[in-house]
């Protein structure tokens, strides 16, 4: 990685690849994904109380 930059619209990064050309890469701002989960029928925890709702 050469320099990487914010703007408005996301991070910009400046590499050069294998062949020695430089590239210039959006990673755009936004949601993100969803990379895991609890599952669906587990109740909650009340973490002050260390009750279940």
């Given amino acids: ?3 990487r930059h914010p703007t408005s619209e996301g991070v910009v990064t400046y ?3 294998a062949c ?3 590239q210039m890469r959006v990673e755009r701002y936004g949601p ?3 990379v895991a ?5 587990a109740p909650a925890l009340d ?6 709702f």
Avoid at 37 to 41: H, K, M, S
């Fill in 1 to 3: 990685m050469l320099s």
């Fill in 15 to 17: 590499t050069r690849c």
């Fill in 20 to 22: 020695g050309r430089l």
């Fill in 32 to 34: 993100g994904a969803v």
């Fill in 37 to 41: 989960a609890g599952r669906v029928d």
């Fill in 47 to 52: 973490r002050f109380q260390g009750r279940l």
